[in-house]
């Protein structure tokens, strides 16, 4: 987790706009959002849908159609809308499976394990997920911290049972072999350092695969193709060789395989960076990184699955925990407090948390600020980010100030789980889910909070001038501002803008055609979507 950041602040413009037109202020160029300008992809809704919830921390999910399965440091699971000892409760001891689709359990998945889960995937064919971490017992059966469950009957796997010495961190599959990194040192009774396959079939070791993570911990690990496994964490050397943080090797030898591109910063004494989370889709693996140190890499990176040539850096701070990538959009969840990397927001003091973003999957510019500490990399390509932002209560459940620390999916829902106690202002622990537009509520509007009272003023000609803030909205950039005279409620005038939380220009609107007499304004904001809020009036003005 990085310190609050001290990064030289980057001015973002705010444009002021006026106008003696009826129609006001041109729109500026949209970002994207549930509704995006054409060629732009489209983000889920900010609307936070009804989920089951968990009463302590979820480390990491995986989707099988729809199903997320979750894992972590929890005790129970309950309803949406209910409290922490509600009546509805069921037992769910550190892993829980949900429908994304609904948000309630999955009735054939009823587990426990004896000690926290750290990491869940599946399988390529979906038929099984594979949970590590550091437990000893599932249901009561011995499992030394692995352990595969059928997806479609639900049950644990009573064939696959390796005995991994310590923690579990990661893991990658094939529908045949299991590859898995974390903290250990004997897997099945033979020396194996950080790194280790077993067999699907019934967890034998395969003893041809020795990679070694020689310094320090595994992170994360994904399949690139049939013959690379990317591997993360914070080691600075991987099979002897200087590899800081990111590397990969062949699935059959573990042999040394080509990463050419250099995101994760060599350590200095107690700073550093590290890879928190890898998701391959199609020939590109996104990567997260957590940056322990002042402006140490914090943020999301794109390579090339089949070299690790990079595609782009976004060195915005704040530590990232996990990525997802649906469609032309990549999901994270993270505490980022300055993007300036991307010319969005800046630092601002005192710092302010923004704990689930998304950005293209694609470069669209350059760095826009300096590099951060040690980097290996300065003025590199960078993606946009999209107008998504619904909003996470940081947690208390593990001591570390954090909301979400992971984030998984399909082509409609997106779930995010972590310790949260709320979203959008609303009661919701540890799992909340996301739909795209067609299958949403969409009622998350403009903020309400940002409307305040227009200014009129009378001018020079006699005519009136409207002046205002403009709000923001957090899955919709582009905003309709509709001036009321008077209690009327067809308006007079319209001004449309693009806003962001930290770009709130000032609107004005002339009003060229009000009749003689005493005047107030209101504003009247509409998204898209059709939602509203509606300012207080303004003064009064006689014309």
Same mark, same amino acid.
């Given at each position: ?127 099984? %997920? *594979?949970? /590590?971490?550091? $437990?000893?017992? @599932?249901? #009561? +059966?011995?499992?030394? &911290? !692995? =352990? ?29 072999? %299991? *590859?898995? /990194?974390?903290? $250990?040192?004997? @897997?099945? #009774? +033979?020396?194996?350092? &950080? !790194? =280790? ?347």
């Amino acid at each position: 987790m990085t310190s609050p950041s001290l990064r030289r602040r980057r001015a973002v413009a705010s444009a002021v706009a006026a106008s003696t037109a009826v129609l006001g202020v041109s729109a500026a160029p949209a970002a994207a959002d549930t509704a995006p300008p054409s060629g732009t992809p489209a983000t889920v809704s900010a609307d936070a849908l009804p989920t089951w919830q968990v009463n302590g921390v979820v480390w990491s999910m995986t989707t099988v159609g729809n199903t997320v399965y979750a894992t972590g440091k929890f005790t129970k699971a309950r309803p949406p809308g209910t409290a922490p000892g509600s009546s509805k409760e069921i037992d769910a001891k550190n892993i829980f499976a949900f429908d994304i689709r609904t948000g309630n359990p999955v009735k054939n998945f009823k587990h426990s394990l004896n000690g926290q889960g750290l990491r869940i995937t599946r399988s390529p064919d979906g038929k099984r %997920v *594979y949970v /590590g971490g550091e $437990f000893t017992e @599932v249901d #009561g +059966k011995a499992r030394s &911290r !692995l =352990a595969a469950f059928d997806t479609a009957t639900g049950k644990l796997v009573t064939s696959f049972a390796p005995r991994v010495s310590n923690k579990v961190r990661a893991i990658a599959a094939t529908n045949s072999t %299991v *590859y898995f /990194g974390g903290n $250990f040192f004997n @897997v099945n #009774g +033979k020396s194996r350092t &950080r !790194l =280790a396959a077993v067999k699907a079939s019934d967890g034998s070791l395969i003893d041809a695969w020795r990679p070694t993570a020689d310094d320090d911990e595994v992170f994360a690990m994904a399949m690139a193709g049939s013959n690379r496994v990317i591997i993360g964490g914070r080691f600075q050397k991987l099979n002897g060789v200087a590899k800081v943080g990111i590397g990969a090797v062949n699935t059959t030898t573990g042999a040394t395989a080509t990463w050419n591109s250099r995101p994760i910063p060599t350590r200095q004494g107690s700073r550093y960076s590290y890879v928190t989370d890898l998701f391959v889709s199609g020939d590109t693996v996104y990567g997260s990184a957590n940056g322990e140190g002042l402006h140490w890499f914090d943020g999301r990176f794109a390579a090339k699955a089949s070299n690790g040539d990079l595609i782009w850096l976004d060195n915005c701070y704040g530590a990232t925990y996990g990525v997802y990538a649906q469609g032309k959009s990549l999901y994270s969840v993270s505490h980022a407090h300055d993007c300036s990397s991307l010319g969005a927001f800046p630092e601002t003091n005192p710092p302010s948390w923004h704990r689930a973003l998304a950005e293209t999957t694609y470069a669209t510019g350059k760095d826009q600020a300096p590099p951060g500490s040690n980097s290996n990399y300065r003025r590199q390509p960078v993606p946009s980010l999209l107008h998504w932002f619904p909003t996470l209560s940081a947690g208390t459940f593990t001591g570390q100030s954090q909301a979400a620390w992971a984030v998984t999916g399909n082509s409609e829902y997106i779930a995010l789980g972590g310790e949260f106690p709320r979203v959008n202002g609303v009661a919701q622990q540890g799992l909340v889910r996301f739909a795209v537009k067609a299958k949403a509520p969409n009622k998350s509007g403009p903020q309400k909070s940002g409307v305040a009272a227009p200014k009129a003023v009378k001018a020079a000609n006699g005519s009136i001038r409207v002046s205002w803030k403009a709000t923001w909205d957090m899955d919709n950039a582009n905003l309709t501002y509709e001036v009321l005279r008077d209690n009327g409620t067809t308006p007079v005038g319209t001004v449309s803008r693009a806003s962001t939380f930290w770009q709130l220009p000032t609107l004005t609107f002339t009003d060229t055609k009000a009749p003689r007499g005493k005047h107030t304004y209101k504003i009247r904001v509409k998204d898209p979507l059709g939602n509203t809020v509606t300012s207080p009036a303004s003064n009064a003005v006689t014309k």
